[in-house]
Every structure is written in C-alpha cells, then in structure tokens.
C-alpha cells in the first residue's frame, strides 16, 4: 500500500535558519504530494503542492519539488520566524475514482526561537 | 468561500449521551471526508462520502454514524462512546475529478471532543 515516511522531531531552530524536513513515499502509481502544515489548537492548512514529477510547490518562502527518482518531497525554507512554529505534515493521495483519501507521514514538529 | 466550518468547536459527553458534529462547505465540492486525530499523531481517516453516498468506511465501529443529507453539510452522528474515542475530529472536503492524480482537501478546524 502507500505510506509516507518523514523525519520526526522534534526540530528546534533559531530564527532565520535554514529549515529542512525529509518526506519519502511509497506509492504505486503516480500520487500528488501535498505537505500541510498544523497551528496549535488548529485544523490543518494546506502549505503547497505538487501534482507531477518534477513540480516544484512553493508557498510562503516553503518550498518542495517532486522527486520521483527518490520519491521524495523535502520541505525547505530558507530563514524560518518564530511564526512558523506548528507541525507539519507530508501526505500523498492517489485516486482514480475521483474521492482522494489523504494517507499521512507521522508529523514533524517544528519549534523556532527568537 | 473556501472555507470548512465544523460546530462546535468543543463538545464534552458522557458515555451514554448521542451527540453530533456538524461540517458545512460551499465550494461545490463532492467528496467529504471525516477523520480523527489524537495528541501528537496525523489524521486517521474515518469516512468517505462521494456525491452524498458513503464510499469508503474505514471499519469503523458502530457508535460513530455520518450521514450526508446533501452535498453541503456532513453530519457524524455519536452515540454511547468511549473516553478512548476522545480526540479532535476533522472534517475536509475536496473536488471530484475522477482520473487524476489526486485533489488537495481542505480542513476545518475540527470539534474537541472529550468523552467522560
């Protein structure tokens, strides 16, 4: 079946540091690769997206690109804010039939101090 | 609007009390989706409803109930639970294009739910 693996934290940076959290998946199609991104006490938002090998999502200095060679989708940013403190989580869903149930990595906890 | 509400935000029950949890989108989407989250874990997927009709039902025991009375509104109806099944219940929706890839989903904020 398929599953998501990333990194689990938890992460502790300092503010402006460059950020990167590893996802790799397994699947046995071609899925689209999502990474969400989860405020306290919040439901999950979409960060970005990508639907193809190759793609390159990016959203609020976040960026990941689709890498079918080493089925992976690593989250980066280059200077992370005491805002972006949240957990994040790497997903894939592959459907043909139209309903998209997402399958999840584990969540990687990000802690950034001023 | 590209908004998901879910109400109420939190609901604290006993064991032998019904409840429900109401979700409500009005981006024209057809699949509905409810999962369960607990502390420091991803979502766990629920159900599954496509055009209002239940597609995929994640074994989950009898006391949850979801029902979809129209394209807009997801219900998931609680009935003599567990404090085990204590966890934040989220509701997503998404497009429904069959023959890609797969669509993003947008969440709600989620109920709390504490059982007692």
């Known amino acids: 079946g398929n599953s998501v693996t990333q990194m689990e934290g938890p992460v502790t940076l300092s503010e402006e540091a460059f950020l990167t959290i590893n996802c790799t998946y397994t699947?046995?199609?071609?899925?689209?690769l999502f990474w969400y991104v989860q405020y306290p006490g919040e439901g999950l938002q979409l960060l970005l997206k990508?639907?193809?090998?190759?793609d390159k999502g990016s959203n609020k200095g976040f960026e990941a690109t689709y890498r079918k060679e080493t089925t992976s989708f690593h989250l980066e940013k280059g200077s992370v804010q005491v805002s972006d403190s949240a957990v994040y989580f790497c997903a894939l869903s592959e459907s043909y039939s139209g309903n998209t149930p997402l399958v999840f990595g584990k969540g990687t906890r990000l802690s950034v101090i001023a | 609007d590209t908004e998901v509400t879910q109400t109420p935000k939190h609901l604290v029950m006993g064991m032998t009390n019904k409840k429900s949890l109401k979700c409500e989108q009005h981006m024209g989407h057809r699949a509905m989706y409810w999962y369960k989250q607990k502390a420091k874990k991803p979502p766990e997927l629920m159900f599954v409803y496509s055009y209002e009709k239940l597609s995929i039902n994640e074994s989950v025991p009898s006391r949850f109930s979801p029902e979809c009375p129209n394209s807009s509104l997801l219900n998931l109806h609680l009935h003599a639970l567990q404090p085990e099944d204590s966890a934040l219940y989220l509701c997503?929706?998404?497009?429904?294009?069959?023959?890609?890839?797969?669509?993003?989903?947008?969440f709600g904020p989620g109920t709390r739910l504490t059982v007692l």
């Open positions: 990508a639907t193809k090998a190759d």
């Open positions: 699947a046995t199609g071609y899925p689209s």
């Open positions: 997503a929706s998404s497009p429904y294009t069959p023959g890609t890839g797969g669509d993003e989903q947008f």
